[in-house]
Each structure stands twice: as C-alpha cells, then as structure tokens.
C-alpha cells in the first residue's frame, strides 16, 4: 500500500465526509418514537396553523373603528367555542385566550388595558393597534406548505408541530449499524477484575454512550487482541455493519495490528495520521460497504475525535441536511499557549459567553477527567501558537449536535 500523507485536522474531515455514503433504507416511524430520527421525505402542512383566527389573550374583541369608544359586552367567548358573528353597533365580545374571534371583530384588548369594565360595558382605549393579540388562520404555518424537508433531525419541538398537524407516523431513515471495538491484550470490562497491569475498557463506554446522546444505536461488538489473525478474522465477520469504529491499535508499534487486519478484509484507506494534537494516530477508510473509523487509543483524544471526526460522518451518512458542528464565539478569558506547526484541539468550559481553558491546556491525552472539567473545545490551525486573553474564538459546545447550517470545520 503506497504510505498516505499526514493531513490537516480540516482536510481529514472534509475528506471522510466526501467519501461518507448516503443512506438508502427507509422505513415508517411512529410520532412516539420519532425522536433524534432523520426524515426520510418532506411533511407538508395538513391543517392551518392556527386553523381558525383566535385571541392570544383575555380581554374584549372589538371592530378597531370603534376604539375609545365605550362598547356593550354582547356575549362571552370561550377555548371550544364556535360562535356566529352577532355584533351591532357599539357592542364588542368578552373573549378568552385561544377563543376563535368571529369575523366581525378584528382587534383583541387585554382586559387589563381597559377601564369602566363591568358586566354589561368596557371603556375600549384610544391608542390600540389594529389586529393587536389577533392570531390570524395560517399566520404561523398554511396548508399545503412545506413542514420539514427530507434530512430534517427530529427534536421535541419537531414533534409538537407533527403532533399538532394530526401526523402519527412519517418514513424516516433507518439508523445506522454500528460496531465499536476496543483493542489490546491489557483491556478488561468493568465487570471483570483488572491487576496492576491492567486497564478497564473507558474507551468503549464512552463512545457508545456520546453516540447514544446524538441518536445513535451503536452495538459494542467486543475487545480486538494483539493478534493479527485473530483481528482479522474478527473484522471480517463484522461487515454486516455500516460503521465500524475502533479505539487503539493504529499506531506503529509492535502489538498494533489494526490496519493490517483492515488492509487484508478490503479496506480503502483515505488517510492514516492527522496533524492535530491531540488525535494524530486516526485512520478512515471504506471496507466493502462498512465506512472505517479507527480513533487513537488514549481515552481523552478516542473522544474528542469521535465527536469532532466522526460525528459529522454519521450524521451525513444518517441522512441529516446539516452535519457539521455548530458554533459560537467567545471571549478568551486567559492567556494560553499551544504548539504550533499542527493543528491543536483545546478543552474548556463556556459560562456567560466566556470561555475559560482547562487546566491552562496542559494534560494529557490518556486522561479522562479534563473531558468531565469542560463543556466545549476550541480548534486552532497549525499558525497559532498563543490565544491571548480577551480574543475572540470559536467554539463548539458538547451538549449541542452537529446539526447547525455553519460550512466546514473549525479551523
């Protein structure tokens, strides 16, 4: 295999989204669990929104010609009812919030804004605007309308508007299958016992559960040894999977056989190494129809890869319009150096639109706990070297999926 060159963070990105397929099953979902779930084909609107014009408050429906004037109540109007038009002259309606307004009266007053309110009469103020708290048929959404377009990520907000179009069921996207391995003779799962020598499976855990926050369904598929046929024949016997993602392995030393054992089931590579710090052991590729993800080894990078790196790829491959990581500017809140001549990935924590460098960005990419320190990351190109204090930067927050409209990576 010709040695592939080391590329930038942002190319190695763009690069495994190019190659990332688009998904082809489709299937029919229920409203109930609909949930972080990708639409497979616009949904038009069935029904206006507001599907008649209604009052966003209490208070009195009137004809706006006759403001500061002072009306009779003629009838009361509550949520539920269908009411005819009935008003005379100087009358006005006692309506409630939600109620339908009939059509001879166009302007709605807060009770609250009126004088010389009693039972039978109300003084209707003078300086009022016309179609105030009138909710108008259609305003928000208008029958025949697109929705949601095909590739939309559902939310709870989703859901509330398909809920209130009367739409239980939709075709949406089948989820991804996905394997995630561990690699390495040292490795043990937390129900086993571990000596001195040996380590827990951190890496496995916490990739399946960041994919499980976005939506995803990822099956732990077990632990590779430091065997080369052994990993090869367990690879193989994971093709079934669109996505294989790996922890581990991938670097140069002795007991690293991941990429051979890829390399002798069919696969592809479109780069091995990434000039970033932390994450330059990374590898993707295709293998026959399964998209390769294999992330360094060390648990904090295995992460912030697979949420930089991979995320994007899976919601692309998902099916979602928008898969590239949403941004937010924020002021630097201290002086930080880093090394330039890579690319450098920068833990911290974002309050009140200040974002505060962990622990001075010195730990190391084998630990965990700066990742439970931090709510966000900031990526710097291979030119910086220092972020001074009070500038400016982009951030991505964690809690946020890769769903927004912003082109590209962070760079």
């Known amino acids: 295999m010709t040695k592939l060159d080391i590329l930038t963070f942002d190319k190695a990105g763009k690069l495994a989204q190019q190659h990332a397929p688009l998904p082809q099953n489709t299937e029919t979902v229920l409203l109930t669990e609909l949930l972080q779930r990708v639409l497979a084909e616009n949904i038009t609107v069935q029904k206006n929104l507001p ?9 009195f429906a009137f004809r706006y010609a006759e403001r500061g004037q002072t009306l009779r109540i003629r009838a009361a109007i509550f949520a539920g009812d269908k009411p005819l038009p009935r008003l005379e002259a100087g009358e006005c309606y006692k309506i409630m919030t939600g109620a339908q307004v009939p059509s001879d009266a166009d302007t709605i007053v807060p009770i609250e804004n009126c004088s010389g309110v009693t039972d039978t009469h109300v003084q209707i103020p003078e300086d009022i605007k016309q179609g105030n708290a009138f909710r108008q048929k259609g305003e928000e959404q208008k029958e ?41 003779n040292e490795i043990k799962e937390p129900w086993e016992n571990a000596d001195k020598d040996e380590i827990y499976n ?64 069919g696969l592809t590579p479109l780069f091995h190494g990434v ?88 730990y190391g990419s084998g630990m965990l706990t700066p990742i439970t320190e931090s709510n966000a990351l900031a990526v710097f190109n291979d030119t910086v070297g220092m972020v001074e204090k009070g500038e400016m930067i982009k951030v991505v927050l964690f809690e946020r999926a890769p769903l927004g409209s912003s082109s590209g990576y962070i760079n």
């Open 51 to 59: 599907s008649f014009n209604n009052s966003a408050m209490d208070g």
């Open 144 to 184: 025949g309308h697109i929705l949601f377009e095909k590739g939309t990520f559902i939310t709870p907000a989703h859901i509330a508007l398909l809920a209130a179009q009367g739409i239980m069921a939709v075709k949406a996207y089948k989820k991804l299958q996905i394997a995630v391995l561990s690699t390495g």
């Open 202 to 265: 951190a890496n496995a855990f916490a990739i399946t559960s960041l994919l499980e926050q976005y939506g995803f369904a990822p099956t732990y598929a077990g632990s590779l040894p430091d065997h080369l046929e052994q990993t090869v024949s367990l690879i193989k016997s994971l093709k079934r999977y669109d996505v294989i993602i790996t922890t581990g392995g991938i670097s140069m030393g002795d007991a690293d056989f991941l990429e051979e054992g890829f390399l002798r089931n």
């Open 275 to 362: 000039n970033v710090k932390p994450g330059r052991p990374t590898m993707m590729g295709t293998m026959d129809s399964s998209f390769v993800m294999a992330m360094p080894g060390n648990p904090l990078t295995a992460m912030i890869n697979t949420f930089m790196l991979s995320l994007p790829v899976l919601f692309k491959m998902q099916g979602s319009r928008h898969f590239s990581h949403p941004y937010i500017y924020a002021r630097n809140s201290k002086s930080f150096k880093m090394k330039p001549g890579k690319s450098n990935i920068v833990l911290g924590s974002v309050e009140d639109g200040v974002f505060h460098v962990t622990r001075d960005n010195r």
